[in-house]
């Protein structure tokens, strides 16, 4: 069975950086063909793709926002990190990690909801 | 790299059908076989419901069914059903630099 599970602040401060764990079980990160991607939702908007990071570490990232964030992985700890730099109070919304072998994002964690607020 | 255009909403009585379309370009939905749908109820997390256009996971009814003709997919339900109330979200792969595109969502009301 496959889960994720996402951690982080629930608050931060506008201009500060955000870090988020996705800590997941079921697969591993070394495995061909396996990333863990991250996406988020605004409250009461749509879904937006962020980052993904593949199993050999090829990195992919959103074209609007790539110059603030950074995606790694510790396949030790079956963990994979996200961090946002220079927050603001539009980047409120519930960031969610997946699964996703290449061809589809197969399975979400909870979400947390992540407030940009000073 | 644009959202794909789903229309807003869409309506149907229990044990009718309805399609939502999903209308991107040659980059994303027209260029790969590899559109998404998604399920997402109030306060949860999404949930797969069709991938590489018309593929079903172990688990999800065979009331849910996708196609693709050029840059647009569709989402059809049939017999609709109570529980089938709730936003659907395309997505297409977009190639090795944009990889994902997510369309504007769909809120799906069964009267």
């Known amino acids: 069975q496959i889960t994720l599970k996402e951690s982080g602040p629930t608050l931060v401060k506008p201009t500060q950086t955000l870090t988020l764990t996705c800590t997941f079980s079921?697969?591993?990160?070394?495995?061909?063909?396996?990333?863990v991607g991250w996406i988020r939702q605004p409250p009461g908007k749509a879904l937006e793709w962020l980052a993904l990071i593949y199993w050999d570490d090829d990195k992919r990232y959103s074209p609007s926002l790539k110059s603030r964030l950074t995606i790694t992985k510790d396949t030790s700890k079956n963990q994979v990190v996200l961090t946002m730099t220079n927050m603001d109070p539009v980047d409120t919304a519930t960031y969610y990690c997946?699964?996703?072998?290449?061809?589809?994002?197969?399975?979400w964690g909870q979400g947390t909801l992540v407030t940009v607020s000073s | 790299q644009s959202a794909l255009t789903q229309p807003p909403s869409a309506s149907g009585s229990p044990g009718q059908s309805v399609t939502i379309s999903c209308t991107g370009t040659?980059?994303?939905?027209?260029?790969?076989?590899?559109v998404s749908w998604y399920q997402q109820h109030p306060g949860k997390a999404p949930k797969l419901m069709i991938y590489e256009v018309s593929k079903r996971p172990s688990g999800v009814p065979d009331r849910f069914s996708g196609s693709k003709s050029g840059n647009t997919a569709s989402l059809t339900v049939s017999g609709l059903q109570a529980e089938d109330e709730a936003d659907y979200y395309c997505s297409s792969y977009a190639g090795s630099n944009n990889n994902y595109v997510f369309g504007t969502g769909t809120k799906v009301t069964v009267l």
């Open positions: 040659s980059s994303d939905v027209g260029g790969y076989n590899y």
């Open positions: 997946a699964h996703i072998p290449i061809t589809m994002i197969q399975y």
């Open positions: 079921g697969f591993s990160l070394s495995t061909s063909g396996v990333g």
